[in-house]
């Protein structure tokens, strides 16, 4: 997530809470006041958003990175701004009318940059109370970024006020999404999918919802009697919709592997049954859809705070998986990624620090897999671990604890320690950080959507897009 960038005084005695002024009377040649700030994403986008100006430069990571920058970079009046904020809260601080300001634009500022923002004295006009401050913005490897020079009317009289409270701004994603993937998905063709035991309303209208916009075609899997019955009490319609009645949850769940056996469905939809009773029959050794993977669950989120969807693994399956297991995990989340449209997906392996420490497996497990992925074991992505979430999603976090990565702070794929740590991450965004997710379950012959039913029609609607996805990527050959 983009960190909340920061402004610390270098004038001594300051207040964050107070801003003050110095009058022209109180201020000689050579005076100087600095701010400090790390620069984030979302102080680009809302520049922008201020601004008007889009350039794909500032704003497009796959654009910025065939440039010759080889990356996002700030606009260059954003810098402009930050000098004016050490004008008119510093030196001279409230009061100053800025009258000109030249700038060079010496290198360019990227996100994560620490600039270090500083105005100097360097003529004053007694006749007209005027100002000319040298100008500059360093970076934290000391090279300056920005140079320039300013004109002020200083104040003549003193000012010292409260700091006024701004506004909170929160950043959101355009809400589009889902009708681009529903568009994008539409043109694949409807997949025929058996819906296991649709017994409430929720699920029932759920499988109906995703056959009204185009994305499968249901066979419902459950007692026919008791099918009718919830259709008729939620006003449903279940006229030309293929039943295959079966007495009970369990049954439901065992017609529909072996509907997938006979070539008759190409995913599974998980109903009002339980998780276990379905994948029970799933992963059974004597006619179940086991292939040579670990069968994991993926998330596919978006959330405001990050640019792009990413994914969670595992989240939902494997509670406490081995080594072994996580290669798998990765493995499907890889090829996920690669059905979604991500060429290279960057995998973080996700720990408590990232410090390979030999009382933490997480952490030795994390190092094993990238070095499974250095000799091959594990193609199609870009691993990088052990890695603090925080070092994951953020490129100013992975910086300041001096990580060099491709992968830090611009993750496609998160990978978690356990089912624990990985249920309450998804959770904790979706309720706390305004998420959109979808679910899947890879690793097994077909794709399978495990619904739950705190889950909106939009998360239905684009787990169920996400099959068709995977089943059209892999065009029918085993998971």
């Known amino acids: 997530m983009p960190d909340t960038a920061t402004t610390t005084a270098a004038m001594p005695g300051d207040e964050l809470a107070i801003v003050r002024n110095r009058t022209f009377d109180e201020i000689a040649i050579g005076d100087s006041a ?17 601004s008007g100006d ?49 700038l060079r634009f010496l290198a360019p500022v990227r996100v994560g940059d620490r600039l270090r923002i500083s105005v100097t004295v360097t003529a004053r006009d007694e006749a007209r109370k005027r100002l000319t401050l040298a100008c500059a913005c360093a970076n934290q490897d000391g090279t300056t970024v920005i140079s320039g020079e300013a004109e002020v009317q200083a104040p003549t009289e003193r000012v010292e006020r409260a700091r006024t409270t701004l506004p909170e701004v929160r950043m959101r994603v355009g809400q589009d ?31 109906l919802d995703a056959r009204e916009a185009g994305l499968i075609d249901p066979v419902l899997v459950a007692p026919r009697a008791r099918l009718l019955a919830v259709a008729q ?101 890889i090829d996920l990624a690669h059905a979604i449209g991500v060429a290279e997906p960057r995998v973080a392996i996700l720990a408590a620090v990232e410090t390979v420490t030999a009382s933490m497996p997480a952490t030795l497990d994390a190092a094993a897999l990238c070095k499974m992925a250095d000799r091959g074991q594990i193609t199609g992505g870009l691993l990088d671990g052990p890695l603090a979430f925080d070092n994951a999603v953020s490129i100013a976090a992975a910086r300041t604890k001096g990580i060099v990565s491709e992968v830090a702070g611009r993750a496609d794929i998160l990978v978690v320690p356990d089912l624990e740590s990985g249920n309450m991450l998804a959770k904790q965004l979706e309720y706390l950080g305004d998420a959109a997710s979808a679910g899947i379950v890879l690793g097994a012959r077909v794709p399978i959507v495990l619904t739950s039913r705190a889950d909106s029609r939009e998360t239905r609607l684009a787990s169920c897009a996400m099959a068709v996805l995977l089943a059209h990527h892999y065009q029918g050959a085993p998971l």
């Open 34 to 50: 600095t701010i400090e700030r790390t620069l984030g994403k979302q102080d680009i986008q809302l520049f922008a958003l201020l």
């Open 54 to 102: 889009v350039n794909p430069q500032h704003l497009d990571e796959d654009f910025a990175a065939a440039t010759r920058f080889q990356g996002v970079i700030a606009h260059g009046m954003l810098g402009g701004a930050l000098i004016s904020a050490v004008l008119g809260t510093r030196l001279p601080g409230p009061g100053t009318i800025y009258l000109g300001q030249t």
């Open 177 to 207: 999404g889902m009708q681009r993937l529903l568009s994008h998905v539409r043109p694949l063709g409807m997949l025929r999918m058996a819906v296991v035991h649709p017994c409430d309303a929720l699920s029932l209208s759920g499988a």
């Open 233 to 333: 009490q939620a006003g449903l319609d279940l006229a030309g919709i293929a039943i295959e009645d079966v007495p009970h949850s369990h049954a439901a769940a065992a017609r529909a592997v072996a509907l997938v056996q006979e070539g008759r469905v190409q995913a599974l939809m998980k109903g009002s049954l339980h998780t276990d009773e379905l994948m029970a029959c799933v992963v059974a050794s004597q006619g179940g859809l086991r292939t040579k993977r670990r069968v994991s669950h993926c998330f596919v989120m978006q959330t405001p705070a990050y640019p792009r969807p990413f994914i969670i693994t595992d989240a939902a399956i494997n509670i406490a998986p081995t080594l072994e297991h996580k290669a798998d995990i990765v493995r499907n989340a």
